[in-house]
Structure formats: C-alpha cells, structure tokens
T-cell receptor, first 116, second 117 residues
C-alpha cells in the first residue's frame, strides 16, 4: 500500500513571495504519478500539477513547479509570486500508473494562507 | 479540462430519510467513478469505487447498506445515503478519470454538503 505524508499542516506566505510545500511518499511501485491538488474555500478540487515518475524533468505550470526526488521519494511544490487566490488547502496525491485502477492516495493536506 | 458535475450542491434533510446525490461526467465517458467523504479541514477519504454495470467496491469500514452506489450509465453514478443520521452530515465529493487521452488523472465534482437534522 502507498502512503503520502504532508508534514506541514499550515503555512503562510506574504503576497508576491515564494513558498514551498513538502510531500513525501512511500511505495514499492516503479511506475506512478504524483499530483498536487488545490482546494480553495469553495471546496472544488483543482489539479495544480502532475508528475510522471519515469520523467526526470520536474513539472512546471506557470508559477507552480515541483522538485521531484524519486530516490528520496520526495515531491515538493514551489509556488512563486504568491497571490491571494492561492490561499487554499493543498493536497499531495499518488496514483499507480497503468491498468484501470486510477485510485488516488492523498496526504492530509497543507493549509496555505497568502497574506496581503 | 474534463468536467464533472454533482447535484445537489447542498441538501438538508431530517434524520431517517434517504438522500440521493448524483455525479455526472459531462464531456467524457466514465466507466469508473469514485466517491469521497470529507470532514472540515481534513483530507478526502475514499468511500467506494463505482463501476459501470457492476457492483461498487467499498473501502474497509464503509457500510454498504448505508451508502448505496449505482453506476447506471457511462456518465452517471449516484450515491444514496439511506436512513441518514446526523453523523452522516459531511461533504461528499465524486471524481472520475477520463482516461489516458485526458492526462490520466481524476477530475472532481464540486461536492455536495449534506446536513442531517
């Protein structure tokens, strides 16, 4: 079974600054995906970024980037130029690749507050 | 991205009544959908996997007779909370994976807030 650990229950950052959210995972699988989802106060889950484990290059989506360290089983999210709209709960998630499983394993989440 | 809808967005019911929540994939077919439960400031807890044309697969500790799941078509799954009680009050979220062509991930519905009085 897979486990996902987010060790920071809450974080805060000033607007326009950079913040990094931590995530570690444990798995015996070699082929998988890792995700960061955002859940703003509306509670709609939004996909922020996705990383395929077989790709060495770190994924980037505009102001969001990841630091994927496969050997260390670490998958941190960096948010640059933080905006007030980034205030949300952020969940790290793991999914085994292949077949028709698609089951996600979530971390407990990090509540990020962006202060003006 | 793919769109998943849920209805209703909010429901209040009396203890002992049953409540049905619908989850629809609007622009793709979903042979599999997932149902989650989320308490305030907590993570999503997977309740069950809904499979089109077959029985749902429930996670350990989830009461099958309390949470009835029906996946009647490739675009619709329903969760019925039977004989609801105040402890069933929660936020229920569904999700569906559109498949490889959509990036092999899951897309989530907006959720349903259930309050049982």
């Amino acid at each position: 079974a897979q486990t996902v650990t987010q060790s920071q229950p809450e974080m805060s950052v000033q607007e326009a600054e950079t913040v990094t959210l931590s995530c570690t995972y444990d798995t015996s699988e070699s082929n998988y995906y890792l995700f960061w989802y955002k859940q703003p106060p509306s509670r709609q889950m939004i996909l922020v970024i996705r990383q395929e484990a077989y790709k060495q290059q770190n994924a980037t989506e505009n102001r969001f980037s990841v630091n994927f360290q496969k050997a260390a089983k670490s998958f941190s999210l960096k948010i640059s130029d933080s905006q007030l709209g980034d205030t949300a709960m952020y969940f790290c998630a793991f999914m085994k690749r292949g077949g028709s499983n698609y089951k996600l394993t979530f971390g407990k989440g990090t509540l990020l507050t962006v202060n003006p | 991205g793919a769109v998943v809808s849920q209805h209703p967005s909010r429901v209040i019911c009396k203890s002992g009544t049953s409540v049905k929540i619908e989850c629809r994939s609007l622009d793709f077919q979903a042979t599999t959908m997932f149902w989650y439960r989320q308490f305030p400031k907590q993570s999503l807890m997977l309740m069950a996997t809904s499979n089109e044309g077959s029985k749902a697969t429930y996670e350990q500790g989830v009461e099958k007779d309390k949470f009835l799941i029906n996946h009647a078509s490739l675009t619709l799954s329903t969760l019925t909370v039977t004989s609801a009680h105040p402890e069933d009050s929660s936020f229920y979220i569904c999700s569906a994976p559109p498949g490889l062509a959509w990036g092999d991930t899951q897309y989530f519905g907006p959720g349903t807030r259930l309050t049982v009085l």
